[in-house]
């Protein structure tokens, strides 16, 4: 059965420095998610491609963090610099096209811990 | 804006319990309502959604039946079992917008 692919698993930096997540979403999926969930709550969008394009990422701090998706296939996120709020669980996701119609299938996430 | 609150575990039971976690929600217009299950150590799973109200999702013994009268989406499952414990969280979907919004989980341990 497919899977949404993420890489690191885990990481561990220092505050002040820049960290890159990878995800690789199910193959043929247009869309992609990238949330953040912090310890004991839900997670929250930072950012939606369709394709190549960002769709939403009202909820992305944009002056530490970006997010590509170059060729509309996997796509890297980025923090930098690096402060200790951000640490948390990424979890990337995908789904076929936009819309309640189709389900997110979620990858194992990254953990994050910056100290 | 949309929102949804859940019940705050952890929920301790016995394995052939019977558990029911609530779940209420607000949010204009006609959302879909999903839960998802989130294991040790991996992401989340849909485990159930409804995307009208009165419709009911089941799935893996688990129901949850969307309720507009009272906005609620309540989980239920009438016997668990060990493999069960898990966190749990409700979640909406605004008719015509992409964005999942969560509740903040439930932990759920079922012991032998």
């Known amino acids: 059965e497919a899977e949404v692919a993420q890489s690191p698993r885990y990481k561990i930096t220092e505050k002040s420095q820049a960290v890159a997540f990878w995800c690789d979403p199910i193959?043929?999926?247009?869309?992609l998610y990238w949330y953040r969930q912090i310890l004991g709550q839900g997670p929250e969008l930072l950012v939606q491609?369709?394709?190549?394009?960002?769709?939403?990422d009202s909820q992305l701090p944009k002056d530490r963090f970006s997010a590509e998706r170059l060729k509309g296939v996997d796509s890297t996120l980025k923090i930098q610099p690096a402060e200790l709020g951000d640490s948390a669980m990424y979890l990337c996701?995908?789904?076929?096209?936009?819309?309640?119609?189709?389900?997110?299938?979620f990858g194992p996430g990254t953990r994050l811990t910056v100290t | 804006g949309n929102s949804v609150t859940q019940m705050e575990g952890p929920v301790t039971l016995s394995e052939e319990a019977f558990l029911t976690i609530n779940c209420t929600y607000t949010a204009t217009g006609y959302p879909s309502l999903f839960w998802y299950v989130q294991y040790p150590g991996e992401g989340l799973q849909l485990l159930l959604k409804a995307t009208k109200a009165d419709d009911k999702g089941s799935n893996k013994g688990f129901e949850a039946t969307y309720r507009k009268e009272t906005t609620s989406f309540h989980l239920e499952k009438g016997s668990v079992q060990v493999s069960d414990s898990a966190v749990y969280f409700c979640?909406?979907?605004?008719?015509?917008?992409?964005?999942?919004?969560f509740g903040g989980g439930t932990r759920v341990l079922v012991k032998p």
């Open positions: 979640a909406l979907l605004k008719a015509a917008g992409n964005k999942l919004t």
């Open positions: 193959s043929g999926h247009a869309t």
């Open positions: 996701a995908s789904s076929l096209e936009q819309g309640a119609s189709y389900e997110q299938y």
């Open positions: 491609f369709q394709d190549e394009s960002v769709v939403d």
